[in-house]
């Protein structure tokens, strides 16, 4: 069963508190997601290393309840 997209941004938001989060459905499967990820936090971080925040905090869910995603990241 594919994750939700709500459930997508919760994760993220519980690791990265003052994200901002917006989840887009790419192909109206519920397995294919953009994600626009906007936080303070990523102040300082390389590129990489912000997409490497978010990934951590979707954990094992990415490549398994979460097929694809698509990131952006912002620093807000």
Excluded: C, E, N
Excluded at 24 to 52: I, M, N
Excluded at 53 to 71: K, S
Aim: charge should be negative; proline fraction near 3%.
């Amino acid at each position: 069963m594919p994750m939700a997209a709500d459930d997508i941004a919760a994760a993220i938001r519980d690791a990265i508190p003052d994200a901002d989060v917006v989840i887009t459905d790419l192909a109206g499967d519920g397995d294919h997601y953009a994600a626009l990820v906007t936080s303070a936090s990523f102040a300082g971080l390389s590129r990489v290393k912000q997409h490497k925040a978010v990934y951590a905090a979707l954990g094992d869910r990415m490549g398994g309840v979460l097929h694809a995603l698509q990131l952006t990241t912002v620093i807000a």
